[in-house]
Structures are given as C-alpha cells and as structure tokens.
C-alpha cells in the first residue's frame, strides 16, 4: 500500500512537494514495489533532524539520494544520476533477488540502461536530439502532464500519487519485457549459432524477440529477413533493419506488393499463400512455411 502522509513523524519515504518529476515519482513507485507498505511525505525542505531511523530521502536534502549537490554522481558514461538512478543502483538487485528473478545481473544492468538512465539523463538537463515534425512524448512528458493544470481544481497530492500508479505499470512492465528479452536471447543465439554466414535469411521455429541480439554482431549483417510463426496463424517475415540507429530495412519486399492482400497481393506475386504485405514493406504473412520459403527465394 502507498498512503500519502502529512505528519512526517509518520512517513518513512520523504521528498519534495510541488511540481513532480518523473524521478521522484518512478523512485517512489520502485520504493512502493520494493518495500510494499510505503507512507510518503512530501515536503519543499528537509531540516536536519527530519533524517529518521529507516526513513529513505530522495530528491530533496542533498543526502545520498538526491542528485542536487555539484558533486552528484555520475556513470561511467558520464550520465548523472537522479533520484531513481540512485535507488535503483543500491536497491535494484536485492529486489530482483528477492522477487526470485533470473539471471539478477543482466536484468538488474540492463532495466537501467533501458529505462532508468534515460529518465536521470532528462532529469539532469542531458537531452537527446530529437529530429522530428512532430511532438515526441517521452516519459518524463508525460509524468509532467500530471502536474495540477492551470487553474484547475485537482489536487497535487492526488496527481502524484496517479503518476506513480503509473510509474509502477511501467516499472512492472519493464521488468517482464527485460526479463523475456534475456531469457529468449539465449535461445536466439541457439538459432543463430546455426547460421552459415552466407544466407540472407533465417527462420524461428517459435517467436523471439530477435533484433537486438542480431544486430549487435557484425556476423550476422548479411541477414536481410527473419521469418517466424504468426501470432495470426501462418509465418510472418520481417525484415531487417539497418542497425540501431538506422530502421529503415536492409532490403525491402518489392514495391508492387505495398498494402496488398489475399488475392490481388497472390496475383501481382505470383505466390498463392502470400497473405499480407504492410504499405511500409517491412513485414508479410504467409499461408505456411512453403509459401516462406517461395517468398525469400523471390527476395534474394
């Protein structure tokens, strides 16, 4: 349970009031899940004599886990911590360990990379170029979107407290998208230890999260398609996409096929069981594995 409190002798979280950021708030929602009853206090200054016995202060205090000091730490890449960054880094694997995740280490780093070092970096004014015509809405966006609006009635205690509600959701999420994505990837290495180097193509028996594993070794850049069992029945192919950076595909399904279907995609195809091509061609659906392999075959 988390319970917003107004006496701070009650509280054993303590940070600050007014306008919420989406560190201190994904920092309660990590202590919420960590510590499962949590009494937060939110105040605009700490006195020295507020630094209860087993009471955590976060974002506020310049004690451990606030980042505000001109001496805050940093990563190794030089990305400063915030508040969640802080908490994650002391408390991140005992909470894996006791909520019985495999594999501590890999999901302990990489929920960090994935998610937490980019909310400390926006927190700490280290913003990525975004080159876009239209508004991208990032995670501390959003949080911020919670704040009380102008001239409305809601009440800040309130606001916060759905923040991290949803916090906690991503939080939740996070963790089992981290953990699939490590377990699967020692399968997809399974698969690909079996790769001759010289094909453009290769073909899961099961749907894995496949990408980043592929990507990460130059070994596998002449792979152009992956194929997989269809969540809507049948094969799906997908291609692959350039690099991390780049997403546009290594090579595209033919033009002609753009947002075809069924029978008119089969005609122009010359493929019965070419069910569906996307407008963008990044991904089809077949009938069945034979019509697969008809498809990389046309592709090479």
Aim: net charge negative; hydrophobic share 35%; aromatic share 12%.
């Amino acid at each position: 349970m988390i319970q917003i409190v107004h006496n701070i002798e009650e509280a054993n979280c303590i940070t600050h009031s007014g306008t919420m950021h989406a560190d201190e708030v994904f920092a309660t929602a990590f202590l919420h899940l960590y510590k499962k009853n949590i009494k937060v206090y939110r105040t605009n200054s700490i006195k020295k004599d507020d630094n209860q016995q087993d009471c955590i202060i976060y974002d506020i205090g310049r004690g451990k886990y606030d980042h505000h000091q001109l001496d805050s730490e940093k990563r190794e890449n030089q990305i400063p911590y915030s508040s969640i960054g802080l908490l994650w880094k002391d408390f991140g694997k005992d909470y894996l360990e006791k909520n019985n995740f495999p594999e501590v280490e890999a999901i302990y780093l990489a929920v960090d990379k994935d998610l937490i070092e980019g909310i400390d970096a926006d927190d700490n004014g280290v913003f990525p170029k975004i080159e876009s015509t239209f508004k991208v809405k990032t995670i501390p966006s959003i949080i911020k979107m919670f704040n009380p609006s102008f001239e409305s009635a809601e009440n800040e205690s309130d606001q916060f407290l759905k923040a991290v509600k949803l916090a906690e959701m991503i939080l939740k999420e996070e963790l089992s998208y981290i953990k699939g994505k490590i377990l699967a990837e020692k399968k997809v290495l399974e698969y690909l230890n079996k790769y001759d180097g010289t094909s453009n193509y290769f073909i899961l028996d099961e749907y894995l999260p496949y990408e980043e594993t592929l990507l990460k070794d130059e070994k596998y850049n002449k792979i152009e398609f992956v194929a997989f069992p269809s969540n809507r029945g049948g094969f799906a192919i997908k291609t692959v996409p350039i690099s991390f950076q780049d997403h546009n595909p290594r090579k595209a399904f033919p033009e002609s096929w753009a947002g075809l279907e069924n029978e008119e995609l089969e005609k122009i195809s010359n493929i019965k069981g070419l069910r569906f091509c996307h407008s963008g061609r990044f991904i089809v659906n077949c009938k069945d594995y034979n019509v697969v392999l008809k498809v990389i075959e046309m592709c090479q």
